[in-house]
């Protein structure tokens, strides 16, 4: 059987890239598609971290990836071989009802990557179910220098861009973006572009904000905990921001997201929750009138409008991707990330 | 000095019905209102219920009435000796930043009743702090028959309209209430009054449904918990109600009111969170998109235009109440409200 390499998890801090079977059709709907680029997510430093055993042994892992469609199946229609198309990071029909309203993480006949007999992202090639539905041809070639920026629509700067409409961000908003990992700083950018005119980031790792400033952040905050909060209160004259991104997960950034925000506004999140150990600060949320809107990110829904932009040039968020490995090296990428090492790290095939 | 009748809280499940002194005006911003009709809340229930001493002894209670003002401070414009005015269930200048942006219950210089030097609603007469943000006067004489109706502008019809605005009813919407209490009841009611077509309401007692249906109920679910959701579920295609009320503030009726929330659904949420154990579910709002809208009711931004739909006939939220009492009786009140022998007491002094 022809194979190839992918990134298998083991368990706590083990990954290793191996040898697996090359990917086949499996339902007429599907395709295969040769890896270009794929990246590690900062939700996937989660199970790297877990201590907990793998309940089902090793599995493929990775979620953003983007590629060559190389065969499809008899009943796709929308990708042909030869397209580069880009893979939101949970598969979909595109026409349940959920699909159709936008909600694609909740579709009726999807899935994430790297589950039960579905490949995982970081190899050289995967199949790919419910390809209509899922896959997005970019016009472009296989070398083309917008690539890793078009990689950033799998995940990250989709996830920014839901945190920021969820919190209602439009022209001339203020904005807080708590977090400077990759889907915060997204956050910045995603704010900018919805025409906030005020964009407060609450992080403290220089690189980070580096990026956050040319993202667009016009305020940095580098306290923590309660003195972020009294630092950004009195920035805004004790009445707090309408407009918060939640993009960490923590009980911490919850506690600080539901505290800066201005009675009646509004907390857009997309962290995946981990951690909360006493749960969203309702007293608080109650109080002030704090609504909380979000979750995981239907990016599927936001890819077209998003690529028109990366390939005109209005936004570019390839800078999250700081550290460059080729994929056998995806373990030292693992580890870079954990570390802080890098904010987001590139795996080339 | 002149005495009055006032109903005092002494500890759990002890209310007394005593002499206090008459109020006086103590600010230029002012208005004594002597009241002809105040009822019980719900949330007087959770102090009624405390076991824990009260820190700061016997104190008034109440914060829904509505009466005639009697004197005005030299500083009150906007409303006169001899109008009828309604009380918002929190008072509020009206003008700072957060009462323009319509969130009266985080009024820079507002509080609530029955706190500190302030008076409660349950009495003969109050004293009304910022009278000209707080009051609103209604165009009826003092035995107009639509006073009750008039009073659940005080609290619960307002409660319940910024739960069903929260979640976004509108014309044609699918609302699901959680809760047959005042609120829930009054959630259907904005719901119909907003343009929802279709209203499930979840609750089990006979009475209440009966009110619920009056009101504007199309389906009911007696059924609780997991039972409930999925009859729920069941009604929906298993898609779940993209609009949903928490009008109860307890760990079960969260549950529930996510539980039944479409992907990307909204829950409206005005229960005062007691007994939240586990918190808001929160795997679940992030993996289905559920937002979480809400909190403490600004019921003065409502009340003009919920007043002109009391008094133009529109809608009639009184039979909430469903038992009436002289004010010297609100200890039965109490009971009756504890025991859910009745929904709502009105208490005319």
Known sequence: MPSMRATIIHGGFDVRVEDVPDPVLLEPTDAIVRVLLSCICGSDLWPYRSTTPRRNGPGRIGHEFLGVVEETGRDVASVRPGDVVVAPFMWSDGTCPHCRAGIHTSCLHGGGWGSDRVDGGQGEAVRVPQADGTLVAAPVEPDDERLPALLTLSDVMGTGHHAALAAGVGPGS??????????????????????????????RHPDRIAVGRAFGATDVV???????????????????????????????????????ARPGGTVGYVGVPNGLESGLPIRAMFGNNVSVHGGVAPVRAYLPELMADVLSGAIDPSPVFDLELPLDRAPEGYAAMDERRAIKVLLRP
Not at 179 to 197: P, W
């Open 174 to 203: 203020h904005v807080a973006v708590v977090g400077d990992g990759a889907v915060g700083l997204c956050g910045v950018l995603a704010a900018r572009r919805l025409g906030a005119e005020r964009i407060t980031l609450l992080g």
């Open 222 to 260: 580098t306290e923590r905990g309660d003195d972020a909060v009294a630092r950004v209160l009195e920035m805004t004259d004790g009445l707090g921001v309408p407009h918060v991104l939640e993009c960490v997960g923590m009980q911490s950034s919850w506690d600080t997201a539901v505290a800066i």
